[in-house]
């Protein structure tokens, strides 16, 4: 940890995401004694609070949402790291006090992390705003006789609209910024199942000889989320499933499952196979995608009553490289879904003869393991099983759950997680300029495809509360494939596509006929 003094400016701290992740998130480093000891967290925003008001601001969201961990000691200790600081985003000459505020910080030679938690539409502004100022370079402020201060900058979600703007985005950033300066967040990337990942593929020997179209047959991501748009319907109407989910969050996990071993354990080696892995992905044919929209989403506060903005997603996708030639990879997401479950599962080929008598299919199930990102964290594998004093054999499934196997007693946030390492300078869990372009020129052919394509799959509605729209499982029966469910203990058992809500779509026993 450094005791060079370090500031965080957060930009647009009076909004959602610092109140509901990035002040406690700093609490909770703070309380670790993971931040630097000379720290300052300055608010900036547009509204006229004093330093006061951002206090009481922070102490609310803490009681709010990191109230677990909340101590009148430590924070009366945190409260002194927190001031304000006024802005007008797209204003530059309101960005001499901020630059102002910040030197008189221990005379600027404080290292720099700025966070933009703002409207993307002013994130170019701002960039060129802290340029014109100076405010990105390394060597400005620091002691002759000390490392140069560094400065960072903190990049939300959503980077870009599409490829074009994303570039254009990038092309702001690096006329400012030198990319190792930046950190493009996806906070998936730091869920500690997401992170996992490389864990169980590189530090254990048992998968990677079988991580390959010779034992797996395919490979499906799903991200479902039980709540629908809520307040944000203003936003995601204009976004929709694929530009808020599939391409970041699910190209994400794509990215991890697919890559080649890195070389290191490093942000460049491991950007770089990720990034190998987008770059190999096969344009998607329209034929292989399905959108949908839950009933009762064009009703919804700020949708548009004719909107064409999809809530739901499912794709096949192809990776053509060595490693993954024609297996595909079938990625879906949803809002009003009726569970909340993030998870990967990989489902693995049949052995080749049949020997045993089985229960209820006629063949064996497929192995599959499963990651399961959240909730219950943790990985699940699935393996045919004899059952006792029965010579017939049952899928059966081999369970770590995180809760039972590591002592912490709550997984920590993902911001917490990036947060630290942005300070840290390690951008492992952060998105590289090509990523994120890369992400881009895999989704941007379907979104214009559903727009402009009149061949293209027709918008399909769904029942909240099912797991889509029927076409999601039509998508898949195509090459008898079916999707499967792990980690799911309350409402619907293992391996099992029945819709949480029957009878609305063909379910559970044909889909496991066809597996
Ligand atoms: C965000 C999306 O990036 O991720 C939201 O904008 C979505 O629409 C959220 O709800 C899901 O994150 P998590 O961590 O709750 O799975």
Request: glycine share 6%.
């Amino acid at each position: 940890m450094t005791d060079k003094p370090t500031v965080i400016a957060i930009f647009g701290v009076t909004g959602d995401l610092a109140r509901r992740k990035l002040i406690p998130s700093l609490y909770s480093n703070f309380i670790k004694g993971r931040l630097p000891q000379r720290l300052h967290i300055v608010g900036v925003g547009r509204r006229d609070w004093t330093d006061e008001t951002l206090i009481n601001h922070a102490r609310q969201s803490l009681r709010n949402y990191a109230a677990a961990i909340y101590d009148e000691r430590a924070w009366e200790l945190f409260r002194q790291t927190l001031s304000y600081s006024k802005v007008n985003l797209p204003q530059p000459e309101t960005y001499k006090t901020l630059r102002d505020d910040l030197n008189a910080l221990d005379g600027g030679c404080c290292n720099r992390l700025y966070y933009l938690s703002i409207a993307p539409e002013f994130y170019a502004d701002v960039i060129r705003n802290l340029g014109a100022l100076d405010m990105a370079r390394e060597d400005a402020g620091g002691r002759a006789d000390a490392a140069p201060p560094w400065r960072r900058i903190v990049i939300e979600k959503p980077f870009g609209y599409d490829l074009t703007t994303a570039q254009s985005l990038n092309r702001v950033v690096h006329s400012v910024f030198k990319e190792s300066q930046v950190y493009r967040i996806d906070h998936y990337l730091g869920k500690e199942t997401a992170q996992n990942i490389l864990f169980m593929r590189f530090a254990n020997t048992i998968f990677e000889p079988i991580w390959n179209r010779s034992h797996i047959s395919n490979v499906q991501v799903t991200v479902a989320e039980s709540v629908d748009v809520g307040t944000r319907a203003g936003y995601y109407d204009s976004s929709g499933v694929m530009r808020d989910m599939m391409q970041n969050h699910l190209l994400q996990l794509l990215s991890l499952i697919a890559m080649e071993p890195p070389s290191a354990f490093d942000a460049d080696a491991l950007r770089d196979e990720k990034v190998k892995v987008l770059q190999a992905a096969r344009p998607i044919k329209l034929a292989d995608t399905v959108r949908g929209q839950y009933d009762g989403y064009r009703a919804a506060e700020g949708v548009a009553s004719d909107s064409a903005t999809p809530t739901f997603a499912a794709l096949k996708l192809y990776i053509d490289n060595w490693r993954w030639k024609d297996i595909p990879f079938y990625l879906r997401s949803g809002k009003a879904i009726g569970q909340k479950t993030t998870q990967v599962n990989i489902q693995f080929k049949r052995p080749p003869n049949s020997i045993f008598e089985l229960t209820e299919s006629g063949d064996y199930s497929r192995n599959m393991l499963s990651i399961c990102i959240q909730p219950d964290e943790g990985i699940h594998l699935t393996i045919e099983a004899k059952i006792p004093d029965q010579p017939i054999a049952k899928s059966v499934d081999m369970e770590l759950h995180y809760k039972n196997a590591f002592t912490a007693d709550n997984l920590p946030d993902a911001y917490e997680r990036l947060i630290l390492d942005a300070i840290n300078g390690d951008a492992q869990l952060f998105i590289r300029s090509d990523e994120i372009e890369s992400a881009w020129t895999i989704v941007d052919p379907v979104i214009e495809g559903w727009q402009c394509d009149p061949g293209a799959p027709p918008m399909q509605t769904y029942a909240a509360g099912s797991w889509g729209p029927a076409a999601a499982d039509e998508l898949l029966e195509r090459e008898e494939h079916v999707w499967r469910v792990s980690c799911l203990h309350e409402k619907a058992s293992c391996n099992d596509s029945t819709p949480l809500n029957p009878p609305d779509r063909s379910g559970g026993s044909k889909a496991a006929q066809l597996e």
